[in-house]
């Protein structure tokens, strides 16, 4: 037992510590139920009656020494809380610290609003349950008519019978709430979420986003959207693409056109992203029909205007060569950790 309390005792003076954790571990070590001090008095029990008073005294000492101890390492370490520090080792590499990463849609959301704001256009938000009015009919797609087939939708109820409530399929319905609201002249971007029901593949997704745009004031031409639309295209796409309009349809718009810009990947020699072909499909515009002008109150006589309306998803796709859609709903860190460097 003697040497068992000398080589205690040795040890406790020799303690060192760097942090208040240390000294919380020494203690339960030494003092803790099972501790190697409280040990020593258990088998202080056992002892001789004769040598009771020597080693009664001894470990007595032993537990004041280590108590003392404890306190001295802890006053030292108050004191001078850099004391630990100073054994720190600043030439190790740094632990890796996981911060999050914004989603590639997200990325790409927030580009083509900055690129649409510079250009002056504010950002407006709608719902996305609907009714069927400001989807469809204020948007000049008469009841019934086959032009609704375009965006198979998910209705929800029936409404009051004559305005079902749905989940919107374009944020063109937020472009009609703003004509309802807003003063003229108008120049907006929708951003947003909107649901077609439509068989998940590659190419398609039953919930996407877009970015659609919208400009009224008095003399808008076709001229006018095609600048605002080569404007995007140099600032997403780089500096020498071009774009090309192909006439299309649209029951809110008159003419239509369906925008494509040339191929970023193969710069219009044909590649297999372009099928060939030098371009790629970005986005539907034309000029406001007047029927959707007069449906929100605004004098088609007056005013006029453009409005446009991309995939979210298609031109990240195009950007970065992403070859399937789903990748962007499944939230595989493996796929969202390429794009790192990106965000
Ligand atoms: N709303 C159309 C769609 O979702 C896109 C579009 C917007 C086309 C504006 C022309 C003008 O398919």
Known sequence: MKERIEELLQEIEQLTAQKMQDIEEYRIKLLGKKGSVTKLFEDFREILPE??????????????AAAAKLEELKEKLEENPEQGAAKFDYTKPGDRFDLGTRHPISVTREEIISIFSKFGYAVAEGPEIEDDWHVFGALNFPPEHPARDMQDTFFISQGDGE?????????????????EKMPLPI???????????????????????????????KNVS?????????????????????????????????PSAEVDVSCNICKGKGCNICKGTGWLEIMG??????????????????????????????????KWQVKDLRHYFENDVRFLREFETVV
């Open 51 to 64: 040598q009771k008073r020597e080693f009664g005294q001894k470990l007595n000492a032993l537990k004041q």
């Open 163 to 179: 305005n079902p409530i749905l989940l919107r399929t374009h944020t063109s319905s937020v472009q009609v709430r703003s004509m």
């Open 187 to 217: 120049r907006i971007i929708c951003p947003g979420r909107v649901f077609r029901n439509e068989a998940i593949s590659a190419r398609a997704h039953c919930i996407f986003h877009q970015v659609e745009g919208l400009y009224i004031d």
């Open 222 to 254: 076709f001229a006018d959207l095609k600048q605002a639309i080569l404007l995007f295209a140099k600032e997403m796409f780089g500096e020498d693409s071009k774009i090309r309009l192909r006439p299309s349809y649209f029951p809110f718009t008159e």
């Open 285 to 318: 515009c034309g000029m406001v029909d007047p029927n959707v002008l007069e449906a929100s109150g605004i004098d088609s006589k007056e005013y006029s205007g453009f409005a446009f309306g991309m995939g979210v998803e298609r031109i990240a796709m195009l």
